[in-house]
């Protein structure tokens, strides 16, 4: 892929697990990668997989500030003219504890991030694709298995993941006009740092402890690739991939 073909996408979230997988898939095929997250120090760990200067852009971001995050794509536009595809992937949990025990705050910081971050995100996007020339874009906002079914004293993480499905819906009705894709990737176990816990045990919906068998992260960076990759007359609206043995089908 030639400088003057190369696609550019915004990847949230882009230092670790999901994010840093999907962002390094990208780079393999070569895109340019705006790379977004709070912390520096990860983000310049995988531009440092580029294959050239002008390949990943680091800007590090908080996307719970929409000031951030409008200064997030407006120097995407500085540096390389359009953007393509945002990766919408951004976000956290909350530790799990009884509905009534989950600190206001808590819950808070998560809505800021899982729901009022990916709107921000995606609020710019719709900013910059009706504007460039040619029109359009991709967007794929990260949902989750928990945006179909919750695991136990999850209620912040699922009601976030279940908002980011309107949003999807919503976005991908309103994107039509302006040829801009909106579509969904729920992922259920993969193998990031954080999801390694639940090989030594995770809570089910019948109360007990089980481990549950994870999938490479690398799998979800190629069906970050895949979606990416369509021409813009079609779209996924839902993805799931997940690990095949999981509890998901027939949970609870």
């Not at 994107?175 to 990737?185: D, S």
């Amino acid at each position: 892929m030639t400088e003057k073909t190369r696609k550019i996408a915004v990847v949230t979230g882009a230092g670790t697990g999901i994010g840093r997988a999907a962002a390094l898939a990208l780079m393999k095929d070569g895109w340019s990668v705006v790379l977004a997250g709070r912390r520096e120090q990860p983000l310049q760990e995988v531009a440092g997989h580029a294959a050239d200067a002008n390949q990943a852009l680091v800007v590090p971001t908080d996307v719970a500030d929409p000031v951030a995050v409008k200064a997030l794509f407006d120097t995407a536009i500085t540096q390389f003219g359009r953007v393509d595809m945002l990766f919408n992937n951004a976000g956290r949990g909350a530790p799990a504890v009884p509905i009534d025990e989950l600190p206001i705050e808590t819950w808070q910081d998560v809505v800021n991030v899982n729901l009022n971050g990916m709107f921000y995100c995606l609020q710019q996007a719709f900013r910059v694709m009706r504007q460039q020339s040619p029109m359009g874009g991709r967007i794929i906002n990260n949902g989750s298995i928990s945006a179909h079914a919750p695991r136990p004293m999850s209620i912040a993480y699922t009601a976030t993941k279940h908002a980011v499905m309107g949003l999807t819906k919503t976005a991908a009705l309103d994107g039509r006009k302006y040829n801009i894709a909106v579509g969904q990737i729920d992922v259920g176990n993969a193998g990031t740092e954080l999801a390694m816990r639940m090989t030594q045990g995770v809570m089910q919906a019948h109360g007990e402890i089980a481990p549950e068998p994870l999938m490479d992260v690398d799998v979800v960076g190629q069906s970050v690739l895949y979606m990416a990759n369509l021409p813009l007359e079609c779209n996924v609206l839902f993805h799931t991939v997940m690990a095949t043995k999981m509890p998901f089908v027939g949970r609870g």
